[in-house]
């Protein structure tokens, strides 16, 4: 068990929260997983239930579908989750906060309560093949009509396109101007004509990765998320809310393997070679520091910040806490290389080596805080 509970503000609020969805998660286990059933599809249904019971979207206002409360008590939800090894709350929350900033009132209305109760299921199509953390080359066009758009182009690496019914697409609808002024946002049924979704397999077997084209695919005026340009700025809040580690409910996952790596020194004593005992107390460092700063980020917002250039930090430090975590869980644990022990250690592993890529690239998050943070000089 976590021994770092995540607790700010009013401790009374939260130990009540925790005691209670504690007690709704004694009466609503975790499902079975069918033997022919996608992990989507298992987390769709886990999703549902969880919302049945009030515990998704706690953060978001009551007129939109959800409790009204802040983000310290959707935290405490996901903490709680890790602590018991369930899966997490659904990661949806940086796309509502996406439409909940940019949208109009009448989509907040009508896409956010379907949102978070599972009955719309989105992906992003962001990425493409030539535009990944440089987002802001994009290619994809959306070309203004009577009162729509037709879309040509393809976007990469869409998460789990082929089990969503919505995408919240990015396309150009400028050629001429700026690249960060010329991208808007759209809210794209995926049973459009002209949409076609190709999923890709990746190392660990999973086919969560998705090419997705769009040959002359036409768009609403409202389905356009917000005004013409302001694409970069919703993609950017996106992304800021998509790289905390309390956010998308990593922190307590680590906290488990980390609980168990130090049993696992407390256990073996010298048997352990040194340097993995050391590997072992700088994952513990890893993760406190982790702890720490997303601890400070969650008090920022608290006291009316906004998710910005900061969440580069926060991406880093999430990514080489996991690398280093997982690898020296290998090395600790090789019994899970081959499939003798917990088999989910070696495909986290897997997964993890993609940190540095996913939600923009370590390379690029380090030139982010070198200029929008440091105010750095760019190089000749």
């Known amino acids: 068990m976590n021994d770092m509970p995540l607790d700010f503000g009013d401790p009374a609020d939260l130990a009540r929260l925790r005691g209670e969805f504690r007690a709704w998660l004694a009466d609503h286990p975790l499902p079975e997983r069918g033997a022919e059933e996608a992990t989507p599809e298992f987390l ?5 239930l969880l919302h049945s019971g009030g515990w998704v979207g706690l953060d978001v206002p009551a007129e939109y579908g959800g409790r009204g409360l802040t983000t310290l008590h959707q935290v405490a939800v996901s903490d709680e989750l890790g602590a018991c090894g369930a899966p997490g709350v659904p990661r949806i929350g940086y796309l509502a906060q ?13 896409l956010v309560p379907r949102m978070l109760a599972g009955d719309d299921v989105w992906c992003q199509g962001f990425s493409e093949p030539g535009a990944g953390s440089d987002l802001a080359g994009m290619t994809t066009f959306a070309e203004r009509r009577d009162g729509h758009y037709v879309v040509r182009g393809q976007k990469l690496w869409t998460s ?12 150009r609808t400028d050629r001429a101007g700026a690249p960060h002024k ?3 946002a759209f809210a794209l049924p995926l049973d459009r004509p002209g949409v076609t979704v190709r999923p890709l397999r990746a190392a660990n077997g999973d086919d969560e990765f998705c090419e997705l084209f769009l040959d002359d695919v036409r768009i609403e005026d409202a389905e356009r998320i917000g005004d013409e340009g302001i694409g970069w700025a ?6 800021s809310y998509e790289r905390n580690a309390l956010d998308t409910g990593h922190i307590s996952k ?5 609980d168990r ?9 010298a048997a352990l070679p040194d340097g993995l005992r050391s590997a072992v107390g700088r994952c513990v460092v890893d993760y406190e520091v982790l702890v720490a700063h997303t601890r400070r980020r969650i008090a920022e917002r608290l006291g009316g910040g906004q998710a910005g250039f900061e969440s580069s930090v926060d991406k880093l430090l999430m990514t080489r806490t996991e690398q280093r975590l997982y690898q020296t869980a290998l090395d600790v644990f090789p019994e899970t290389l081959h499939g003798d022990g917990e088999a989910e250690v070696f495909a986290e592993y897997l997964y993890s080596r993609a940190a540095s890529v996913y939600g923009g690239t370590s390379q690029i998050q380090r030139n982010i805080i070198a200029k929008r943070i440091l105010a750095l000089p760019s190089g000749d």
Do not use: P
Not at 44 to 48: G, I, T, V
Not at 98 to 110: D, H, I, K, T
Not at 254 to 258: D, E, P, S
């Open 261 to 269: 790596l130090r049993d696992a020194v407390r256990e073996r004593g």
């Open 44 to 48: 769709h249904r886990w999703h549902k």
């Open 98 to 110: 996406a439409l909940l900033s940019f949208g109009s009132e009448e989509q907040r209305r009508r």
């Open 160 to 171: 789990y396109a082929q089990y969503s019914n919505l995408c919240l697409l990015l396309a």
């Open 182 to 184: 010329t991208i808007s």
């Open 254 to 258: 680590y906290g488990l393997l980390v």
């Open 234 to 239: 919703l993609a950017m809040t996106t992304v």
